[in-house]
């Protein structure tokens, strides 16, 4: 009998596995293809430049592409490859931030005797961009939940706690000039608001008048200058920008033109982002007819205080959700928000210093090969990141063989579809099989991710610094990867 039923078990698990579908195997990469890959590097190279490039097949984990494999190089924004990657296997793809509003008082004939506090636990979201562009849709539906247990009224401040991260806002490695004002270069915070930015808006008056300027959202947080004028015609706007690395005030100069009613528009990045939050979350109360009689403070709250306030919000926010701007959009902030929270997960507090010690934990614990790496930043904005084509290609490759590996995958730009891809590679070979993150910054262009065409599954990462014809030379070798 035991026979009998061993013999039938061993036929079931047979049938079985004859059922599930086997992986395809792969025919190797022609050799021309990578005679011709290897051409179109040193195309690139020229005279000056340095490309590194390692090509993976996913089928069996060969490399069947490598040049200056180990060359450290400045890898821009896929530097945000890493920090994407790391935080899924460190924090999990289902952690979430929290981000909390709680009482410092008790509430008695609709008032809360004391103060209120919004406390910052890393979410890059509180935005609009989940919300139709509404920037201050979380904020209002916060006020209705307060308006909904009886509060009318606020006896204390709106306080603010950020502690979670510490250390500079604004990293060294990052451009010293006039930069800091752009929307990529916004300052680090544990309570952010609206990609810390706030948006300007220039719209035309009447020919020989001032223009009209608007905020996004309307608030006192930020004083502005306006040294525009309106000149009759139908032509572009020239605006220019300023603020103080130090201050609020920003002075808007130049020329709009009367007939060019959409006027002009840009992000400007905020000093002090959290008190920003703090001080558009009060404004938002009093709108919604919460008075708040005192004003915007910092507080850190010890561990006896945190216990003895009340919370009466409690907003979650997915981290899978925060990838797809890090790498289809390639939106600085997060990708440093998500670095910064690798830091409080090592350390207990997160700081550029401590997040780049997390990743350097995360490559060791891995056995990835981080041989001259430097790890300077979260983003890839500084320019003294030093990353190789094999590293990330390996990285890569580890990703794809991960549970999370379709939240990481779809968190990337598509060829010919979205994001920083979505007016390149869109021909008929190229368009929908690529899922990789550009990288840009001075003298630096590079590519990491997938080409999955057919059969055909690698993994790749093209780093180049210093080169000419980099994006054609790129987008020449992922077509002809993509018709291997």
Not at 272 to 282: C, L
Not at 446 to 465: D, E, Q, T
């Amino acid at each position: 009998m035991f026979k009998r039923t061993l013999l039938l078990t061993l036929w079931a698990l047979a049938l079985i596995a004859l059922a599930r579908p086997r992986a395809a195997e792969a025919a190797p990469v022609s050799p021309d293809i990578e005679t011709a890959i290897l051409a179109q590097l040193k195309k690139a190279e020229g005279k000056r430049g340095k490309a590194g490039c390692v090509v993976i097949d996913l089928a069996d984990g060969a490399t069947v592409v490598s040049h200056n494999a180990a060359e450290p190089l400045a890898p821009a924004s896929n530097m945000k490859v890493l920090t994407s990657v790391a935080a899924l296997a460190t924090l999990g793809p289902g952690f979430e931030f929290v981000t909390r509003v709680v009482a410092r008082g008790s509430v008695a004939d609709g008032t809360l005797g004391g103060d209120l506090c919004l406390i910052g636990g890393g979410d890059p979201n509180l935005s609009g961009r989940f919300h139709d562009g509404d920037v201050t849709a979380l904020f209002r539906a916060w006020a209705a939940r307060l308006a909904s247990m009886g509060i009318r009224r606020v006896a204390g401040d709106i306080q603010y706690e950020s502690s979670l991260f510490g250390g500079e806002a604004y990293c060294d490695g990052w451009p010293r000039d006039d930069q800091y004002t752009r929307w990529y270069c916004a300052e680090v915070s544990a309570l952010a608001f609206n990609d810390n930015c706030v948006g300007v808006r220039v719209i035309p008056g009447k020919a020989g008048e001032p223009a009209k300027i608007e905020t996004i959202p309307p608030t006192a947080y930020v004083t502005v200058i306006n040294q525009t004028t309106t000149l009759p015609g139908r032509k572009a706007a020239e605006i220019g920008i300023l603020r103080g690395r130090a201050d609020n005030t920003i002075t808007v100069k130049g020329r709009v033109y009367e007939q060019a009613t959409w006027g002009y528009s840009v992000d400007v990045a905020v000093h002090q982002p959290e008190a920003y939050a703090a001080t558009v979350f009060r404004e938002t109360l009093m709108a919604h007819g919460i008075a708040v009689d005192g004003g915007v403070k910092p507080v850190t709250l010890s561990a006896d205080q945190f216990a003895a306030a009340r919370t009466l919000v409690e907003h979650r926010a997915k981290l899978v959700d925060a990838l797809k701007p890090v790498n289809t959009n390639s939106q600085n902030l997060h990708a440093e928000m998500l670095l910064r929270q690798l830091g409080a997960r090592f350390t207990g507090k997160g700081t550029f210093r401590t997040g780049t010690a997390a990743l350097a934990e995360y490559l060791k614990n891995a056995g990835l090969p981080a041989d001259g790496c430097a790890l300077v930043d979260g983003s890839g904005l500084a320019a003294s990141n030093r990353l190789t084509a094999n590293l990330l290609a390996q990285l890569l490759r580890r990703a794809a063989a991960e549970p999370w590996y379709e939240d990481f995958r779809q968190s990337l730009a598509v060829g010919g579809e979205s994001g920083t891809l979505e007016k390149r590679l869109n021909d008929t070979v190229l368009k929908g099989k690529v899922f990789a993150k550009t990288g840009y910054i001075s003298n630096v262009r590079a590519l990491s991710g997938y080409v999955l065409s057919g059969k055909r599954r690698f993994a790749f990462s093209i780093l180049m610094n210093d080169c000419a014809y980099s994006r054609e030379c790129q987008d020449e070798i992922i077509r002809l990867l993509a018709r291997a």
